[in-house]
């Protein structure tokens, strides 16, 4: 199976938690559908992504990136490659390569979908690819995993992070709501429940 049917295979199974979540299921379908190529940032002005949500061991922080060029805290991720066989494990290798971390335990179900506008990625769209529309920009269709460390695993910070940090989660270094929202949906989905303050 390819990483394209692949990827088209765990959405179409994928139980959406919310209204909003089902309708962005819906689009990158879509994607999947129109592009045989939606795997690859060379799909543009939409690509899916792959990423992952590291838990500590008891559930109680989350280790996140300060991305160099985003100059914001995220889970670990990015584009897909021609070696990934599956979408989740496109996910788990780039938590690899960006945290260093070893024995991760990764949940092979989607947690969150979530699409985003990412300025740096590919160059600007030409006349053609924005539809005249200058202002149209290059979309990560991200799809989230989640996955737990191993107790007293060490962390390494990659070429691509500014730092690399366990936060609390409910005390996150951002109130993105995506980020927010996934970090509380990993939660629920290890049968925790998330602090009123990482809700805030």
Same mark, same amino acid.
Do not use: I
């Given at each position: 199976?390819?990483?394209?049917?692949?990827?088209s295979?765990?959405?179409?199974?994928?139980?959406?938690?919310?209204?909003?979540?089902?309708?962005?299921r819906?689009?990158?379908?879509?994607?999947?559908?129109?592009?045989?190529?939606?795997m690859?940032? $060379?799909c =543009?002005?939409?690509?899916?992504?792959?990423?992952? !949500?590291? /838990? @500590?061991? &008891?559930g109680?922080? %989350?280790? +996140?990136t300060?991305?160099?060029?985003?100059?914001?805290?995220?889970?670990f991720?990015?584009?897909c490659?021609?070696?990934?066989?599956t979408?989740?494990?496109? $996910?788990? =290798?780039?938590?690899?390569?960006?945290?260093?971390? !070893?024995? /991760? @335990?990764? &949940?092979?179900?989607? %947690?969150? +979908?979530?699409e985003?506008?990412?300025?740096?990625?590919?160059?600007?769209?030409?006349?053609?690819?924005?539809?005249?529309?200058?202002?149209?920009?290059?979309?990560?269709?991200?799809?989230?995993?989640?996955?737990?460390?191993?107790?007293?695993?060490?962390?390494?910070?990659?070429?691509?992070?500014l730092d690399?940090?366990?936060?609390?989660?409910?005390?996150?270094?951002?109130?993105?709501?995506?980020m927010?929202e996934?970090?509380?949906?990993?939660?629920?989905?290890?049968?925790?429940?998330?602090?009123?303050?990482?809700?805030?």
């Open positions: 199976m390819s990483l394209h049917a692949d990827a295979r765990v959405l179409a199974q994928w139980n959406a938690p919310t209204a909003a979540q089902k309708a962005l819906k689009r990158y379908l879509s994607v999947l559908e129109r592009s045989p190529d939606a690859t940032r $060379a =543009r002005p939409d690509h899916l992504t792959a990423s992952t !949500l590291v /838990l @500590s061991a &008891d109680s922080s %989350v280790l +996140l300060l991305h160099a060029k985003a100059q914001a805290w995220f889970q991720g990015g584009h490659e021609e070696d990934d066989a979408l989740a494990g496109a $996910a788990l =290798r780039e938590a690899r390569e960006e945290s260093g971390l !070893l024995g /991760l @335990s990764l &949940d092979p179900v989607p %947690v969150q +979908l979530s985003h506008a990412v300025p740096f990625c590919g160059g600007p769209l030409t006349a053609a690819e924005s539809g005249g529309d200058s202002a149209r920009q290059v979309h990560h269709l991200d799809v989230r995993f989640m996955a737990v460390a191993p107790e007293g695993a060490a962390h390494a910070v990659s070429e691509e992070s690399v940090r366990w936060w609390p989660v409910d005390a996150l270094p951002t109130k993105d709501e995506d927010v996934l970090v509380a949906l990993a939660q629920a989905r290890l049968g925790r429940r998330v602090g009123t303050a990482a809700l805030d």
